[in-house]
Antibody, heavy 121, light 107 residues
């Protein structure tokens, strides 16, 4: 069974940093591209960033480009999101999602339960 | 960026009703469209990919159609567990974009 377990969320001040993790199990992690998708309170879904199975290619939404960095450790079956220069508008529930395939150009087929990030002074 | 527009933003329906949700892309996305269901306090669940293919384990009361710019999600006979918010999403090109959601409520 595919399992994606996010962690690392919490309360951070504007301008601060957080690192989110997504621990994957139940599948061959390196064979799948992964992504972060967020949802602000009471709002819809917003794609944040994606990474190919090898980690060689990354994609970012304009709203986070230059501030967030996606990475993965295939030896630890873990996806990361390093979030710097946090803003109030980054407050959201952050989901880890798996692509069907290694390239990041297909559809999502599994989602984690999310980790909440709150940016406030 | 490709804009995804869903309609309606909300609807009220009764158990047993046939429900149709529309999603329009601002440019041709071929059939690179997915649908997700989200219940309150829960993660999204993948329902349909490639516009009309059901994810494994998704009941056949859900169906999708369309290509190019216009797509629909249909629930053939609404059941209590189907009351949720539904999102479309294009994966034709980056940045990946979602529709604004359609909340299906009990009449």
């Amino acid at each position: 069974e595919v399992q994606l377990l996010e962690s690392g969320g919490g309360l951070e001040q504007p301008g601060g940093s957080l690192r989110l993790s997504c621990a994957a199990s139940g599948f061959t992690f390196r064979s799948y591209a992964m992504s972060w998708v967020r949802q602000a309170p009471g709002k819809g879904l917003e794609w944040v960033s994606s990474i190919t199975g090898s980690g060689g290619t990354t994609y970012y939404a304009d709203s986070v480009k230059g501030r967030f960095t996606i990475s993965r450790d295939n030896s630890k079956n873990t996806l990361y999101l390093q979030m710097n220069s946090l803003r109030a508008e980054d407050t959201a529930l952050y989901y880890c999602a798996r692509f069907r395939g290694t390239t990041g150009t297909t559809h999502f087929d599994s989602w984690g339960q999310g980790t909440l990030v709150t940016v406030s002074s | 960026d490709i804009q995804m527009t869903q309609s309606p933003s909300s609807l009220s329906a009764s158990v047993g009703d046939r429900v149709t949700i529309t999603c329009r892309a601002s440019q041709d996305i071929r059939n690179y469209l997915a649908w997700f269901q989200q219940k309150p306090g829960k993660a999204p669940k993948s329902l349909i990919y490639a516009a009309s293919s059901l994810q494994s384990g998704v009941p056949s009361k859900f169906s999708g159609s369309g290509s190019g710019t216009d797509f629909t999600l249909t629930i053939s006979s609404l059941q209590p567990e189907d009351f949720a918010t539904y999102y479309c999403q294009q994966y034709n090109s980056y940045p990946l974009t979602f529709g604004g959601g359609t909340k299906v409520e009990i009449k």
